[in-house]
């Protein structure tokens, strides 16, 4: 089970560096991307060059383009929303096989059971990540327990799974006990007063650490 800290504020670049040796994927969050553009990437690359990138383009259409600014700016993973066109997916997959690199899909978009359509993705599309938009986890319309049934069936048919939307200290037992390949926190490390601490705490929990996928040879 590997750890992605989402970086979401600019001001949480910062944590970066603090929190390398600890983290499996930093990702740089749509907000950093927006304001920041490709240099976001780059700047996490430097901040801890032996860790991979996602981008969290939220990508819906031009997907060739953006997959190879994406790509090439130095990005191991970028998200295309699941609600995007065979078109796109097969687009960005095309530039993922050049690169070398994989495609997260973002469920944010869906609402209530997924269906067999929205599963039915092209090669390179390795993960799939179960989202609780947070616009709708604030106003209190919506956990990340609301969705952890849908771990089970993305594993039987055959997907990674990653989870996100308001992981932290008081329901990370819940979401490792569904077994998620992927862990993503946010605020949980970035809003804490002690970011090593917290991110030391969630290493400590999660099982089966040093998987080394997907960017070591398996």
Known sequence: MLLQIAIDRPESLGIVRQVADLVDIIEVGTPVLKRFGLAAISTCRELAPE????????????????????FNAGAMFLTVLSSAAPATRQAVSDVAGKYGAHVVVDTLTEHGDLSEATLAYPPHFDVVCVHVP????????MALSDRLKWVAKLHELGYRVSLAGGVDRSNLASIISVGPEIVIV??????????????????????????????EAQ
Do not use: H, N
């Open 186 to 215: 946010g605020s949980g490390i970035t809003a804490s007063k002690d970011p090593r601490g917290i991110t030391e705490w969630i290493v400590s929990q999660l099982p089966q650490r040093g998987l080394g996928w997907p960017w």
């Open 51 to 70: 860790v991979p990138v996602l981008a969290d383009t939220k990508t819906v259409d031009g997907g060739a383009e953006e997959a190879e600014m994406i």
């Open 134 to 141: 947070t616009d709708a986890r604030l106003a209190g319309d």
